[in-house]
């Protein structure tokens, strides 16, 4: 609501941060779901939500989940892009940094994510996952469980979700900074007005730049922790002996779920990074948030009003 009033609508990020906000959201939402089916599975030993799916339902469903994941991760490495240019390039007219720019590039990343995962329609299926309890999950198929878990693991978890966007992150985070202190130490090197004016005059842009790249280190801290335990316990897997394998996992299984609670905090902390690191989205917010108790406030004196008029 606060990128979309008057004042922050027409900025190219506020678009990045809009369709950020709701695939956040729908991430968190379905890690719920996953949530409440696992402890219906392991803990109570109980059919979970996915019960009375069928496996057109599960490749769906599959599918958008791992769909809206990508989403998250890569659109934050659309805001670091983003910012690159503004800082690096701020006079080329780059199509990044237009608002018509920003929403084609949202939808022609959505269109490239959703041809990246379309292997899963064809392999999930719905299969008993607990015999002995009758329970049935979104599962790979017999035939495709190798390639599935090749996929799923390397190419979605570590290459899509993790190696490529902190790559990119950290490479257009790095040009940024580096651009900043250049122009920092060319504005204290330089004594005239004209440039004391000037330097001014990019204080906005650089607190916008402060909010996004908090957002884009956000994104890599959180889900360093995970990504590091998992590459443990996959070359222990490759390297080592089952058992051993087995073993170190049971060890590593607190701090595995401790590092998930650490991940899911990418997509609940947002908001609050706005909040603390960008002044004018908190002008806007308690804008938004004055001109709502000032309707409810006239709203409820009218009201009063007619009661008034009514009882006299």
């Known amino acids: 609501m606060v990128m979309k009033t008057k004042a922050l609508r027409h900025k190219s990020y506020s678009h990045f941060l809009c369709a950020l906000a709701v695939f956040d959201t729908l991430s968190l939402i379905i890690r719920q779901i996953e949530s ?9 030993a109980k059919p979970g939500v996915f019960q009375y799916f069928d496996s057109l339902s599960c490749k769906l469903y599959n599918y958008m989940a791992h769909v809206i994941t990508l989403m998250s991760s890569w659109l934050v ?13 701020p006079f080329k007219n780059a199509a990044l940094r237009r608002q018509t720019g920003a929403l084609a590039a949202i939808c022609i990343l959505l269109v490239v994510i ?78 005239r007005s004209m440039t004391r004016r000037q330097s001014g005059g990019g204080g906005k842009k650089t607190r916008s730049t402060g909010m996004l790249l908090t957002v884009t280190f956000t994104y890599i801290l959180t889900l360093l922790p995970l990504f590091t335990l998992s590459l443990i316990v996959d070359l222990t897997i490759k390297l080592g002996d089952v058992e ?62 007619r009661e008034e008029i009514l009882r006299l």
């Open 36 to 44: 409440v089916d696992e402890y219906y599975v392991s803990h109570l």
């Open 77 to 89: 490495v659309f805001m670091a892009l983003e910012r690159l240019i503004a800082v690096c390039f």
């Open 114 to 191: 959703l041809i990246s995962q379309s292997f899963r329609f064809i392999m999930v299926e719905y299969l008993v996952y607990d015999l002995e309890y009758g329970i049935w999950d979104c599962l790979a198929g017999q035939n495709y469980i190798e390639l599935y878990t090749s996929l799923d693991v390397y190419f979605f978890q570590w290459a899509l979700v993790f190696v490529m966007p902190v790559v990119l992150i950290i490479i257009c985070n790095s040009m940024v900074i580096y651009q900043i202190f250049k122009v920092k130490r060319e504005v204290h090197r330089t004594e």
């Open 244 to 305: 051993t394998a087995r073993h170190l996992y049971l060890t590593l299984t607190p701090f595995i779920d401790m590092c998930v609670s650490i991940s899911l905090l990418n997509y609940a902390v947002n908001f609050f990074v706005y909040v603390l690191s960008g002044k004018r989205f908190r002008f806007e917010l308690q804008r938004l948030l004055r001109r709502r108790n000032n309707i409810r406030t006239r709203t409820f004196t009218a009201r009063s009003t």
